[in-house]
């Protein structure tokens, strides 16, 4: 024992051992014979190729990673099937930044950059064309259905009574609301799908949850480690060159977000575009906010990535037509009273907006579109937030995936229309409502029987076209394994016993 | 910064780093206590990071929670204040000079991220002046030089040779 401390005192090394190593090493020896070495005729360069990989722009990205980011184009391009994308886009276990909605007062703007999409006020031009064209007798529909809905809201309200059934009042008013709602959109859907076979052919779903990632371009920023490990700091240092590029510059991060999203209704065909690509809108400037997620509150962490569109592969209904949010959702209460009635709009905004983007996104993630290929059509979704008497209107056109790129070297920007504050009636009193707002129905008729088109383009570009769709499965459950037994005679090699 | 690992030992502290003594608790009827100078302390510091014109960094004490530093910025400076987060730091390594190793830590602190309301901005002061161009040229000169002082005490066995041959 005591030799070996002996031993350990003598041999130990300073810190700086590197710095004074070179006067341990052997010194060198020159001298004026040269070795003649055999020459090689065939000599082997390296491929030439040019400076910058074709087909794009590339902006402020250096060479080498967009020669990396090119590389895996066409790595993802050979990939067969949507399961094989999304499993290797999400196989890297690095930090990505959680954003979550309906946490942080004053956080629309640092969304609005994140996501690149424009607010505009007020609803599209389609709305507004459906009562011209004559697609919808509305005035006969609605005098139809006021009755039926006016007398589901004076039932939901007076005549039912379920104040001993639920203790807490958050999930009591969560309960009230989406009864509420059901109350109004059911018997809609109900008399619109006798008239329109695409209604019929919907899904209604309830308490979807839906997940999506993408990687944003930013400014530089410095990257502090608030965590306590101080080995893993030292380790990552070496695993650097082998990340993918992502992960490798410091101006690009990898952000996810997830809902829970109350009620959605999914059809067969995509929606119309609501403005084509060449608008001003789609190429206007955006608010930016460019800062790191940890000084806005968020939070850096080891999380599983996924992309979740709230339905199966090889579902019939693809395509979103309409999700619908509560607005007096118990967090957003909570930030409403801790912050004022200025921030609630906001945060309320920030919410239809973000859930709206998520869900487009693994939409468009399931018909073979992701961060590296870009999308040749636009996806678009409806949003309604309600409480079943306020009633608040978004509209979402997704017109990039190509986040990642500098503003100049991508224009494209995602559009967000909202229209706040749509009160359907003013009061319920003695168990009657009051106020029957005819306009604020209308819109809402004309959200739900907004009609999918046959787009006339190919809606799965980049999923190779010889072998059957998951839509056109039909054998979903694999074959039993089959057990082949061969025999075979054993010949020996006689003449080695001999 | 003070360390008070090393001081673990001894009974003194410095009064600003001291636990703060529990608040008796309250019950109904009795008479409410009031502490007009309380131990809490707000240090305000550069942010590390790019950081919005509404909002503030702090370096607090470590007890203080976030309504507490709401409080004190709302009641004393008459502040309007939104938001407030707060989390905690790592203190720095302290190494050992010639050998290398850590000996100990520096304390950790808690830092809080103020959020102003009513549209109130602020501008951490740029409190040293900015160095002259002439002042800048001579540093990165003095960095140069020490660069090649280091180059040739590591050739000093091949003095003898000229320097494209070392």
């Known amino acids: ?498 | 910064m003070y360390v008070t690992r090393i001081l673990a030992g001894r009974s003194w502290i410095p009064l600003w780093k001291r636990k703060i003594p529990p608040y008796p608790v309250y019950v109904q009827g009795n008479p409410q206590n009031r502490i007009f100078l309380p131990m809490f302390w707000m240090k305000m510091v550069k942010p590390e990071l790019k950081t919005p014109p509404d909002s503030v960094q702090f370096i607090v004490h470590p007890q203080m929670s976030r309504l507490d530093v709401k409080q004190y910025l709302e009641k004393i400076y008459k502040v309007p204040v939104l938001n407030v987060r707060t989390s905690m730091r790592q203190g720095k390594d302290i190494t050992h000079p010639s050998d290398g190793h850590i000996i100990t830590r520096e304390d950790d602190y808690k830092v809080a991220f103020v959020q102003l309301s009513d549209g109130q901005t602020f501008e951490f002061p740029n409190i040293f002046i900015d160095k002259s161009p002439d002042e800048k040229d001579m540093e990165l000169m003095h960095k140069v030089e020490a660069r090649g002082k280091k180059k040739y005490e590591r050739q000093y066995d091949r003095a003898s040779l000229p320097p494209w041959f070392r």
């Open chain 1, 1 to 498: 024992m005591a030799a070996s401390l002996v031993r350990s005192r003598f041999i130990k090394f300073p810190p700086n051992f590197l710095y004074y190593s070179c006067y341990f090493t052997n010194r060198r020896h020159y001298s004026a014979q040269v070795q003649l070495q055999e020459e090689v005729k065939e000599v082997e360069y390296p491929p030439i190729k040019p400076r910058w990989p074709p087909g794009q722009v590339w902006g402020e990205l250096s060479e080498k990673n967009a020669w990396k980011i090119y590389d895996e184009t066409q790595n993802i391009m050979t990939m067969p099937t949507v399961e094989e994308r999304i499993k290797h886009l999400t196989s890297n276990e690095n930090k990505i930044a959680l954003l979550r909605t309906r946490i942080n007062p004053k956080n629309l703007q640092y969304f609005q950059d994140r996501t690149k999409t424009n607010l505009v006020d007020g609803l599209p031009d389609v709305y507004s064309s459906m009562e011209k064209d004559g697609v919808l007798d509305l005035d006969a529909v609605v005098t139809r259905l006021r009755p039926i809905i006016i007398d589901g809201i004076e039932m939901e309200h007076d005549k039912l009574e379920r104040s001993r059934l639920f203790w807490a009042k958050s999930a009591k008013d969560m309960i009230a609301t989406r009864l509420l709602l059901k109350q109004t959109l059911l018997p809609i859907r109900g008399y619109l799908s006798g008239q329109n076979a695409h209604m019929q052919r919907s899904r209604f779903d309830e308490n979807v949850r839906v997940v999506a990632f993408w990687d944003k371009y930013g400014e530089k920023h410095k990257r502090i480690e608030n965590d306590y490990n101080r080995n893993a700091r030292r380790r990552r240092k070496k695993d650097e060159d082998d990340k993918p590029v992502m992960f490798n510059e410091p101006y690009l991060y990898r952000f996810q977000a997830d809902e829970m999203v109350p009620i959605q209704i999914r059809v067969e065909n995509p929606l119309p575009e609501f403005v084509p690509l060449n608008n001003e809108l789609c190429l206007g400037d955006y608010p930016h906010c460019d800062y790191s997620p940890i000084v806005m509150g968020f939070r850096r962490v080891k999380e599983k990535q996924a992309c979740v569109p709230g339905f199966n592969l090889g579902d019939p209904c693809e395509f979103g037509l309409l999700s619908i949010l509560f607005s007096n959702d118990s967090a957003l209460m909570y930030l409403k009273k801790c912050y004022g009635d200025l921030q609630y709009k906001e945060a309320l905004i920030a919410y239809g907006l973000m859930t709206s983007f998520i869900w487009t996104v693994s939409q468009a993630h399931y018909q073979g579109f992701n961060t590296f290929l870009e999308l040749t059509y636009p996806f678009t979704t409806q949003t309604i937030a309600a409480d079943g008497q306020n009633f608040s209107f978004f509209a979402y056109q997704l017109n990039t995936l190509h986040l990642w790129k500098s503003d100049e070297a991508n224009p494209r920007r995602n559009l967000c229309w909202a229209s706040l504050d749509n009160k359907l009636y003013d009061k319920v009193e003695n168990g009657k409502v009051k106020g029957f707002n005819d306009d604020v129905f209308k819109t809402l008729l004309k959200f739900v029987s907004l009609k999918p088109v046959d787009r006339g383009v190919d809606l799965r570009p980049y999923l190779p076209k010889g072998k059957p769709l998951p839509v056109d499965c039909k054998e979903y459950i694999p074959k039993t394994v089959e057990k082949i037994i061969v025999e075979e005679k054993i010949i020996y090699d006689e003449s080695r016993s001999n």
